[in-house]
C-alpha cells in the first residue's frame, strides 16, 4: 500500500504562470512532510518542509501548504522558471521516535515551457 | 561545505558478483540512510543508522544485502550473489539530529547484465 501518493505524473506550465504540484498521505502518525527535487542521474535535492503544527511554510518562490484533516498537501512555484524543470517527490516522515525514515511518493515531472 | 559523497557513482556487474558501495556523509551528522530507488518509483527506504549502530532495516534488505558503518563516520553497502533485480539507484543520505532534513548524496547506478 502506498502511503504517499503523488497522482500526476507530469505536469506542463508556462514560464512566468504558477506551478501547483499536489500529494497526498495515508498515515496519520506523519508529521514532517518534505520536498525534494530530483534531475537525472543525481541524488534528491531538498527544497522546502512543513511541519504538521503548521499549514503554510513559503522560502522565495516556494510555498508548501498542509491540509491535515485532508490528508493532503501541495508545493506551489511562483513564478515557474524553466530551470524548474524537475522530477519533485513529496516525502513524509514521523518525527516521534523511531528512524524518522522518509516515504516518498512517485514523483511528478515539472516541465516550464520558456 | 562538502554535501554527501558516494562511490562509485557507476557500476556495470555481471549477475553473480558482489559489488560495495561507499557513503561519506556530511561531517558530524551521526544518523544515516540508504535508500534505493527505480525507475518511474521514489526512494525506499533500505536501512538506517545512528553513530555505527544500525537501528532499523526494511524488508527489502534481503540476506544478501549487508551495511555497516564501523566508525559511525562512512557507511558501505554490500550486495552479494547480485541480480537482475538488484538494479537501481542506491542513494545515501543524512542528518545532524532528530527533526533535521535530510541531505542526499549523488547516488550510485547498479546495473546487473
Known amino acids: 500500500d502506498q502511503q504517499v501518493k503523488q497522482n500526476s505524473p507530469s505536469l506542463s506550465v508556462q514560464e512566468g504562470r504558477i506551478s501547483i504540484l499536489n500529494c497526498d498521505y495515508t498515515n496519520s502518525m506523519f508529521d514532517y512532510f518534505l520536498w525534494y527535487k530530483k534531475y537525472p542521474a543525481e541524488g534528491p535535492t531538498f527544497l522546502i518542509s512543513i511541519s504538521s503544527i503548521k499549514d503554510k511554510n513559503e522560502d522565495g518562490r516556494f510555498t508548501v501548504f498542509l491540509n491535515k484533516s485532508a490528508k493532503h498537501l501541495s508545493l506551489h512555484i511562483v513564478p515557474s522558471q524553466p530551470g524548474d524543470s524537475a522530477v519533485y517527490f513529496c516525502?513524509?516522515?514521523?518525527?516521534?521516535?523511531?528512524?524518522?525514515?522518509?516515504?516518498f511518493g512517485k514523483g511528478t515531472k515539472l516541465t516550464v515551457n520558456p | 561545505d562538502t554535501g554527501v559523497s558516494q562511490d562509485p557513482r557507476h557500476k556495470i556487474t555481471k549477475r553473480g558478483q558482489n559489488v560495495t558501495f561507499r557513503c561519506d556523509p556530511i561531517?558530524?551528522?551521526?544518523?544515516l540512510y540508504w535508500y534505493r530507488q527505480t525507475l518511474g518509483q521514489g526512494p525506499e527506504f533500505l536501512t538506517y543508522f545512528q553513530n555505527e549502530a544500525q537501528l532499523e532495516k526494511s524488508r527489502l534488505l534481503s540476506d544478501r544485502f549487508s551495511a555497516e558503518r564501523p566508525k559511525g563516520s562512512f557507511s558501505t553497502l554490500e550486495i552479494q550473489r547480485t541480480e537482475q533485480g538488484d538494479s537501481a539507484m542506491y542513494l545515501c543520505?543524512?542528518?545532524?539530529?532528530?527533526?533535521?532534513?535530510?541531505?542526499f548524496g549523488p547516488g550510485t547506478r547498479l546495473l546487473v547484465l
Open positions: 516525502a513524509a516522515s514521523e518525527t516521534q521516535g523511531g528512524s524518522e525514515k522518509l516515504v
Open positions: 561531517s558530524e551528522h551521526n544518523r
Open positions: 543520505a543524512s542528518r545532524l539530529a532528530r527533526g533535521e532534513t535530510q541531505y
